[in-house]
T-cell receptor, first 111, second 114 residues
Framework: GENVEQHPSTLSVQEGDSAVIKCTYSDSASNYFPWYKQELGKRPQLIIDIRSNVGEKKDQRIAVTLNKTAKHFSLHITETQPEDSAVYFCAANTNAGKSTFGDGTTLTVKP | ETGVTQTPRHLVMGMTNKKSLKCEQHLGHNAMYWYKQSAKKPLELMFVYNFKEQTENNSVPSRFSPECPNSSHLFLHLHTLQPEDSALYLC?????????????FGPGTRLTVL
């Protein structure tokens, strides 16, 4: 089955700096890669996603890049703000609808 | 925030009790999921239902029993649980379209097994 590894497990940055979280996956059939943000005490919510036929996608301060050959994808957050502090999960999906999640990255943005 | 609802939000039960968790989605989706979230494994898929049919069972112990009477409702029946089953149980739904499968999560049920 699919295996998703996510690094780092914790990340602390100064407000205004950039943050990068990386994930690797094992199943070449995976074709959809969402990123979820979970704030403390709240449910995970989608923040950005990318399909396997696209190499990069950007939405304001967040972007996701995908290297299908190397089977890795990354989340980039620029100009970080304290409200970006949360746990971030990557996931890899197949057409069958099964999502395999990474173990999460706890991001702390220090004011 | 009201697309996927879960009840109860908190549950404390003894190891000999039987209880059920309920999930309802109001998004018209065709797939529903149960996840367990704990410090040990942040998001662990338990069950997947696609058009009411169970398509995934990730080696979950039989003391957890899912039920999906229709595409909008999902239950998780619990009996003779262990203290290590204490966790946040998240329900999610998605529209399986072969294009994107964004999952919409409910608020979760915080379960404590004494």
């Amino acid at each position: 089955g699919e295996n998703v590894e996510q690094h780092p497990s914790t990340l602390s940055v100064q407000e205004g700096d950039s943050a990068v979280i990386k994930c690797t996956y094992s199943d070449s059939a995976s074709n959809y890669f969402p990123w979820y943000k979970q704030e403390l005490g709240k449910r995970p919510q989608l923040i950005i996603d990318i399909r396997s036929n696209v190499g990069e996608k950007k939405d304001q301060r967040i972007a996701v890049t995908l290297n299908k050959t190397a089977k890795h994808f990354s989340l980039h957050i620029t100009e970080t703000q304290p409200e970006d502090s949360a746990v971030y999960f990557c996931a890899a999906n197949t057409n069958a609808g099964k999502s395999t999640f990474g173990d999460g990255t706890t991001l702390t943005v220090k004011p | 925030e009201t697309g996927v609802t879960q009840t109860p939000r908190h549950l404390v039960m003894g190891m000999t009790n039987k209880k059920s968790l309920k999930c309802e989605q109001h998004l018209g989706h065709n797939a529903m999921y149960w996840y367990k979230q704990s410090a040990k494994k942040p998001l662990e898929l338990m069950f997947v239902y696609n058009f009411k049919e169970q398509t995934e069972n990730n080696s979950v112990p039989s003391r957890f029993s899912p039920e999906c009477p229709n595409s909008s409702h999902l239950f998780l029946h619990l009996h003779t649980l262990q203290p290590e089953d204490s966790a946040l149980y998240l329900c999610a739904s998605s529209q399986l379209s072969g294009v994107t499968d964004t999952q919409y999560f409910g608020p979760g049920t915080r379960l404590t097994v004494l």
